[in-house]
């Protein structure tokens, strides 16, 4: 079957930096998906991985290791309006984006 | 303003009551979607379309269906609304249905009783 793991919630501090962990299990694979969700809205999306390696974009980056079924969202500097959840979503091999139930982020002062 | 509504917001419902959720986008996207998000759990495909005039089947399809008589409209019908089927919408686009970095609208938040 298709799955997606990822820790239900994290806690951090405001100026620090947290790795949030995926790991996936598609038939096929296309890509690899981060998108952010702050309580009461929509997902937006932050990053793109299809290829082995990280993704640096400001303050967030994505890696993605294949071999391992494995991906991560690192944040660093973390600020107030961070605190949101993230979701880690994989491609299958027809194209349909497969969900984590998200990692909810805690930022504390 | 580009981008993707839908509406209503809000909705409470009488079980058995039939209800049709709009969603409009004004991206020219081909590929268009319907999740569910509820609590503890991933975003669940109910039905997608690749592009105007075709449909498919996601992960919960049962007790919905939809319709893509163009590209910018893409409504979810409830045919005969169960408290089961209470939830939060998504609907999303994507310009095409291979890349899928998917644009989400607002939401439309759905009790039925």
Known sequence: GQNIDQPTEMTATEGAIVQINCTYQTSGFNGLFWYQQHAGEAPTFLSYNVLDGLEEKGRFSSFLSRSKGYSYLLLKELQMKDSASYLCAGLDSNYQLIWGAGTKLIIKP | ?113
Not at chain 2, 4 to 9: L, N, R, S, V
Not at chain 2, 88 to 107: H, I, K, L, M, T
Request: with cysteine.
């Open chain 2, 1 to 113: 303003i580009a981008g993707i509504t839908q509406a209503p917001t809000s909705q409470i419902l009488a079980a058995g009551r039939r209800m049709t959720l709009r969603c409009t986008q004004d991206m020219r996207h081909n590929a268009m979607y319907w999740y569910r998000q509820d609590l503890g759990l991933g975003l669940r495909l109910i039905h997608y379309s690749n592009t105007a005039g075709t449909t498919g089947k996601g992960e919960v399809p049962d007790g919905y269906s939809v319709s893509r008589a163009n590209t910018d409209d893409f409504p979810l019908t409830l045919a005969s609304a169960v408290p089961s089927q209470t939830s939060v919408y998504f609907c999303a686009s994507s310009s095409d249905s291979s890349y899928n970095e998917q644009f989400f609208g607002p939401g439309t938040r759905l009790t039925v009783l």
